[in-house]
């Protein structure tokens, strides 16, 4: 009874935190882009501008008005999605950033998973066998994993599967060969899952050939922090008498280790899964660049080049409101996992 | 005194004990060192700057260019080893920045506590749901109109990073204030400001230290990034991140040109994580193991 009531207070009041936080953001980014730049009006428009586009400019973000009322046209534009037009594409922002999207969702989604997928067994392995070769392996793996500079790695990898063993491709999502004679059809935007999906299987395997090595470099970070999150919370955990009463029993450590252990320390883990994904959806402007994958990262790598300034508002915009959102996701999971949180 | 001395020696053999730390604290000095003299001791010190050699290009690594040449026949070797003095020299600046601007909000909020600890912690929160790295592109970026320049990185990172430090003084802040020593203080007449600065911050430097020293590789790192892009260092300064982003168009044919910035980059970074890993585990007594 208690519970359900903590709960739901739980999830207004941070669902509630939340809204005044994305406020707070907006605030912050109407700051950094009407009021810090000499000129915002020409970032606006562009390079070179003739007399008559910054005029209309200035009147579409309202510059001759009180700044408070600049505010409200701000976040007018931004309620109903208008984040300007790309200097570079000409074409709105939101357009681009949802044409881009897919592309980018599906690398960082496949190196998450990947970094789970080694980066969890390694953790508990090296719990259970410490200091044994496996831990050091793993304190290493996950070290190195943080320490390393993304597109460095991306490259050296380019280098050595590409250059040296012929194996992998070099860059983009999918050859030209391959898109023109066994195109995928669109369902989800995502081409590994779409290829399956239509039975494309030629097609699959050129995608995987091409998102392997972006996802891998995608995923040494969050593997790094998830091997090291799972190691140290696992490590306290094991200490724990309800494990010690399990082993008693004679339940085969293995068992202990993922089915009792691993729960109580999914917890911790779950928030750095979500920090290092939006950690990730930014690295990505510099390995997609590098690897020159068609997603929201080397359009977002493009526009800073450029200065295309609307473009890179916008995306910081989206950037903010997706890691916002995740974070609140994650607590509210949290609380309905965990009952310390909701309570404590 | 006394006390504080057996400390420190206590800390120190701690970190002693832990080979890999230990390893890497002295290879952080040695890097520290190299980055001090290394105009004197770099082979070609005046290709670090301006000195281009365009008959010496693309040669690969030798005796006379041990990391090679890159694009405009500079030695990649100095290059990488006068960069060194660049990087570390952010990574200072840049935290020290960070920290002059985090924990000062943070002692204020932590000790006055009310409306304006609500206030800082607000504003503290809402520049947190920003991913640092976002915000430090976006600034750099945008203060770019002005002209690229240097400052902008360090400026930036500032901006990005500075949260972390409020939040962890004002935690600090909240958990010291109560102790009896502060109340002392404040009864025997000592005014806020002084009781802030000189009674509770040398309580908290430890954290502040070891988050420092665990922030300095990602600083390192972000900084690279953003000169990667364009942002921040220009051609022809010997940044590691910038050196990578030329190298990126030739690295396929002339693999020297890359690697070994990248090399050095992961080197430096790796070392003081680990480093700093160790000492907050010397540090920490809650994390000490018997």
Partial sequence: ?344 | MKARFREIRYSLYVLKRNRLTYVSSLFVLFLIFVAVIGPLIVPYPEDAYGAVHPERAFKPPSFEHIFGTDDAGRDIFSRVIIGARISLSIGVIAIVLTVLIGVPLGLIAGYMGGFIDEAIMRVTDMFLSLPPLLLALVFAAVMGLRGQSFNNVLVAIAIAWWPWYTRLVRGQVVSLKERPFVEAAHAAGVRPLKIMFRHILPNCLTPILVQASLDFGSVILTAAGLSFLGLGAQPPTPEWGLMLSIGRYYFLNYWWLATFPGLAIFVTVLAFNLMSDGLREALCPRLRRF
């Fill in chain 1, 1 to 344: 009874m208690d519970f359900a009531v903590k709960l739901r207070y739980f999830i207004i009041r941070r669902i509630l935190l939340s809204i005044i936080v994305l406020f707070g953001v907006c605030v912050i980014t109407f700051f950094i882009a009407r009021v810090i730049p000499a000129n915002p009006a020409a970032m606006w428009v562009g390079a070179h501008p003739t007399q008559e586009q910054i005029e209309r400019a200035k009147k579409e973000l309202g510059l001759d008005q009180p700044l408070h009322i600049q505010f409200l046209i701000y976040m007018n534009k931004l309620l109903h999605g208008d984040l300007g037009v790309s200097i570079r594409t000409h074409r709105p922002v939101i357009e681009d950033i949802l044409s881009y999207l897919p592309a980018s969702l599906e690398l960082v989604g496949t190196g998450m998973i990947i970094a789970v997928i080694i980066g969890i067994p390694l953790g508990v392995e090296s719990a259970t066998k410490k200091d044994s070769w496996i831990d050091h392996v793993s304190r290493l793996l996950s070290i190195g994993g943080v320490s390393i500079f993304t597109p460095w790695l991306g490259m050296m990898g380019q280098l050595l599967f590409f250059k040296w063993l012929g194996l992998l491709p070099v860059g983009d999502r999918i050859s030209t060969i391959v898109s023109i004679q066994y195109p995928i059809q669109k369902i989800t935007g995502f081409y590994l899952i779409d290829s399956i999906l239509s039975g494309n299987f030629v097609a699959f395997q050129d995608a995987l050939a091409h998102i392997i090595l972006p996802a891998l470099v995608v995923a040494a970070y969050p593997m790094g922090l998830v091997t090291r999150m799972i190691r140290s919370t696992m490590a306290d955990v094991l200490e724990e008498d309800f494990i010690r009463t399990a082993k008693a029993y004679g339940i085969p450590g293995r068992i202990v280790a993922y089915k009792y252990a691993l729960k109580n320390s999914l917890g911790p883990t779950i928030t750095v899964l979500a920090l290092s994904f939006a950690y990730s959806l930014v690295e990505t402007f510099l390995i997609e660049m590098v690897f020159n994958w068609p997603g929201l990262g080397r359009y977002a790598a493009f526009s800073i080049i450029s200065l295309d300034y609307p473009a890179i508002m916008g995306i910081a915009i989206f950037i903010a409101i997706v890691y916002i959102l995740l974070n609140l996701i994650v607590d509210l999971l949290q609380a309905v996992i965990d009952p310390r949180v909701r309570l404590g």
